[in-house]
């Protein structure tokens, strides 16, 4: 079935260091990649998405990437600061059906002053 | 704009019981999204109305799980009876139409069942 596989589960990086989490898709139809961030106790946010018809989208110190063909896709994070520190989830939707996401598992991402 | 809206926040039941959630979602969105977060997991979807017609609830626990959006606006969805494992937060979702546009959550109900 539909899968998204996404690491690392937790990543610590010192404040000012970059921060890069993958995620990999399993259906080939999907065609839009949303990110999501999640502060502790509060609701999912989306932060940065990409569609399949580019490789790559910036938003001042986030970025991600996409290679449709490896089926991978990438969040960047530069010059880290500890507001950063959250859990970030990935998704995949399929442009049919009833397109629906499918998210990974999230990376927990902390950020050390 | 107001965003989605959930309640309770918080819930703590006994297994065997039953609970509801509702959620109201911003105002014109016709897709509406129940989720499932358990510890540790990114969510999981349990259903999804487009209106009032429901568009996907292939991941639904049917047995014990039941949802409803009558009259195409709020929604609501029920746990009878509850078991240990429906511990998690249960978001809330709505977007302009399921095809190009952005979910925007709620912020959960916390269940508990002991």
């Known amino acids: 079935g539909e899968n998204v596989e996404q690491h690392p589960s937790t990543l610590s990086v010192q404040e000012g260091d970059s921060a890069v989490i993958k995620c990999t898709y399993s259906d080939s139809a999907s065609n839009y990649f949303p990110w999501y961030k999640q502060e502790l106790g509060k609701r999912p946010q989306l932060i940065i998405d990409i569609r399949s018809n580019v490789g790559e989208k910036k938003d001042q110190r986030i970025a991600v990437t996409l290679n449709k063909t490896a089926k991978h896709f990438s969040l960047h994070i530069t010059e880290t600061q500890p507001e950063d520190s959250a859990v970030y989830f990935c998704a995949a939707r399929p442009l049919s059906g009833t397109y629906k996401y499918i998210f990974g598992t999230g990376t927990r991402l902390k950020v050390l002053a | 704009e107001a965003g989605v809206a959930q309640s309770p926040r918080y819930k703590i039941i006994e297994k065997r019981q039953s609970v509801a959630f509702w959620c109201n979602p911003i105002s014109g969105h016709a897709t509406l999204y129940w989720y499932q977060q358990i510890l540790g997991q990114g969510p999981k979807l349990l259903i999804q109305?487009?209106?009032?017609?429901?568009?996907?609830d292939s991941q639904l626990p049917k047995d014990r799980f039941s949802a409803e959006r009558l009259k195409g606006v709020d929604s609501t969805l029920k746990i009878q009876p509850a078991k240990l494992e429906d511990s998690a937060v249960y978001l809330c979702a709505s977007s302009l139409d399921r095809v190009n546009n952005e979910q925007f959550f709620g912020p959960g109900t916390r269940l508990t069942v002991l």
């Open positions: 109305f487009q209106n009032n017609g429901v568009v996907d």
